[in-house]
């Protein structure tokens, strides 16, 4: 059967969820006419429900992860299938493994390091011989970091980068259960297996790594630059991870040395060395707190649970400006400043996802499968469908 001719164009998996709400009502509200879109979920009764709030009429489709028949029919039914039921690695395997068996592209919001290394495992020769684009990491991990590097590349000329740092100018928007529950499961895992604690702290546990590796420590973002301070950004170590997928993908084409790095701009001065620290030590306490059976039990009580959320207020006061510096090996460096006037983890996500979602469906894109990233997968075409959504995506020389 070709994609033509399957029930749907997209099914959007976890749509009863916090974060499945926001993209399913950004696919509402952004979906082109004729567009063939089921929403999913393991509620039938939840899932009516998100139907009457957004006025639509969209066929709905009872299944759960675990059933892995009722996967792999829920996978042969659409060309795209695009989910928020994390953690992944918990709920996302069968989903990946899956729509890459049927050639049915796939989308999600992962951002652990441990589940997209095993889909890659797993999935990315058998989507590779069935043209599915199995595209990990669509919403705030890890698109700006992604596509603001690779688009960077891009203007450079496509010559190797010597280095890049993406630098948090802005952020602001609240933490989601789910993003939670998905760092509370990686750190159990951590905490059992060696192994798995040197792939999460690898910044090419994604890829066969470089021929050359670089000596020495790479460096955390700690300190002061330019007479700025600034502390590392929480997801950095991650968004690495998916940077050097797309250099592996691509060929090495970014440099087998480019060092890369993502930190917070924390301001000048006394206050911003205060706010470098507090970040720092924020940071360190949450990882290391979720890693103890004791102290975890102690978050669990306070932390947000899966599927909740902030308030709406607080959503809708959310927005973010990154900047991705890239200095290539010749010619003027180059700055990507990806903004957006959306709370990134949920209005912001929901965008990025639901757009990643149409652009697999209804792109021209090259044809090519695989476990791929966004960039690879949709590059161009998913930053031109962000721009035309209110996102900056804007390329300049830097000075």
Known sequence: MSQNDRDHHIVLLGATGFVGRFTARHLAQSAPAGARIAIAGRSSTRLQEVNRDLGVDWPTIQVDTADTDAVARLAASTSVVATTVGPYLRYGTEVA?????????????????IFVARSIERNHDVAESSGAKIVHSCGFDSIPSDLGLGLAH???????????????????GGISGGTIDSLRQQMKEVKTDASIRRLVGDPYALTPGPSVRLPGRRGSGWGKER???????????????????????????????????????????????????AISGGTAALVAGLALPPTRAVLDRVLPAPGAGPSSDAIERGRFVLDVDAYPVEGQPVRTRVAAPFDPGYGGTGVMLGESALSLAFDHLPERGGVLTPMVAMGQSLAERLRAQGFTLNVDALH
């Open 227 to 277: 007479n700025v301070w600034q502390a590392p950004f929480v997801m950095g170590a991650y968004n690495q991870q998916i940077v050097q997928r797309s250099n592996y993908l691509t060929g090495w084409s970014y440099g087998q040395l480019m060092r890369y790095r993502e930190v917070i701009a924390t301001g000048r001065g006394f206050a911003g060395f205060a706010r470098a620290c």
């Open 154 to 172: 891009e203007t450079a000329g496509g010559v190797p980068i010597v280095a890049a740092t993406l630098r948090v100018r802005s952020l602001r």
């Open 97 to 113: 493994s899956a729509c890459a068996r049927a050639g049915t592209s796939y989308a999600d919001l992962s951002g652990e390091s």
